[in-house]
């Protein structure tokens, strides 16, 4: 299935039914008074979280959802039926906006989650409910209330632990090939990736953490260059990102330390929330070099970027150095995630 990250959708919800006008009609009972029911209220619009679901591609199709409205009032006091709600399906990690207010809705993060986004209107009073001491033979009702109608925007961000940044052909789809059972294309040039992909990269028997590969960024995403930054938000969730530098370029003239900086740049003009990120720095493709050179270059990055943060060798080719940085991102999630509960 295509893979689509946002989608526009018009949510309305049921109209309320209206309240009935009526007196009760026996043989033998004179003046029986009022008895007109209240009319039933409109059904409401929800999204649910579904895990089972991973695009948004259904909603370039089926754009409009509309709920069942409330059946009008009957004589004997008889309330008419309220409408039926409408479950949304929608997939984990969607974002909720209003389009003509901007407002943040939601954010869908759990299987089952729900949220009312459009609420069905009241049923209407049938006269029943105008009857006093000093009105026995009310004529008034009211009409039911409308439903609530909205444009919304959602948007999808995928949930990973780990995210991978770098430029086009940096090894990133090697990378969560030769970690987890994820499939990505992978070929020899650029931008083989076009939409995110996920991967389980499971540490022992019962440690696992969820990586996920974005399309490659370079210089000038923030403008539009190459496929843009739009795919970063899928990291907006992520507890650390790896920094994919190819250590063994094939072009001469291409700089490491250059691209480490171009990439820098396009994360924190995009996001300073992202840019604050923890974020190792991954040196791939090592098994094309030889021990001493190797270690030259890996010093002269380190070096030149006054590197404080771990760094890694690896090559996902043939799976080197894979398996101590899988070890190191499992302590650092459950140090994080010691530390937020007890921040919380």
């Known amino acids: 299935m295509k893979f689509v990250d946002e989608a526009n959708i018009r949510v309305q919800a049921g109209n309320g039914g209206n309240g009935a006008l009526s007196f009760r009609r026996e043989k033998y009972v004179e003046r029986g008074g009022p008895d007109g029911g209240d009319g039933g209220h409109g059904g409401s619009v ?8 991973n695009t948004l591609a259904d909603f370039r199709v089926a754009r409009k959802f509309r709920a069942g409205n409330g059946q009008p009032g009957a004589g004997r006091n ?10 949304v399906r929608v997939p984990c990690g969607t974002v909720v906006r209003d389009i003509d207010t901007g407002e943040l809705i939601c954010d869908l993060t759990l299987e089952g989650q729900r949220q009312k986004v459009a609420a069905g209107g009241r049923g209407g009073l049938g006269n029943t409910r105008f009857k006093s001491s000093v009105n026995r033979a ?7 209330t409308a439903g609530e109608g909205r444009h919304l925007l959602l948007e999808l961000r995928v949930l990973a632990d ?7 052909n940096a090894g990133k789809s090697s990378l969560i090939t030769a970690m987890s059972q994820a499939r990505p294309r992978i070929a020899d040039y650029p931008f083989t990736t076009l939409y995110p992909n ?3 990269v499971r540490v022992g028997r019962l440690q696992s953490f969820v990586m996920a590969d ?4 370079i210089e000038g995403a923030a403008d539009g260059a190459g496929l843009g930054t739009r795919f970063l938000r899928h990291l907006s969730r992520t507890g650390l990102l790896l920094h994919v530098v190819d250590i063994a370029p094939l072009d001469a003239e291409a700089d490491p330390v250059a691209d480490v900086r171009a990439i820098e740049g396009e994360i924190e003009r995009f996001s300073a929330e992202l840019a604050g990120k923890p974020r190792w720095l991954v040196m791939n493709k090592i098994d094309l070099l030889d021990p001493e050179e190797r270690r030259r270059r890996c010093d002269r990055l380190l070096a030149a970027l006054d590197w404080d943060a771990p760094a890694f060798e690896v090559s996902a080719a043939t799976g080197e150095g894979t398996d101590r940085l899988a070890g190191e991102i499992v302590q650092a999630l459950e140090a994080a995630a010691e530390i937020a509960a007890s921040e919380s």
């Open 78 to 87: 008889k309330t008419g039926k309220s409408g039926e709600d409408l479950d």
């Open 198 to 200: 996920l991967g389980v």
């Open 162 to 168: 780990v995210g991978l940044l770098g430029l086009p």
């Open 46 to 53: 929800w999204l649910v979280a579904d895990s089972a679901m």
């Open 138 to 144: 009310p004529r008034k009702t009211t009409p039911g």
């Open 214 to 217: 974005i399309p490659g960024l």
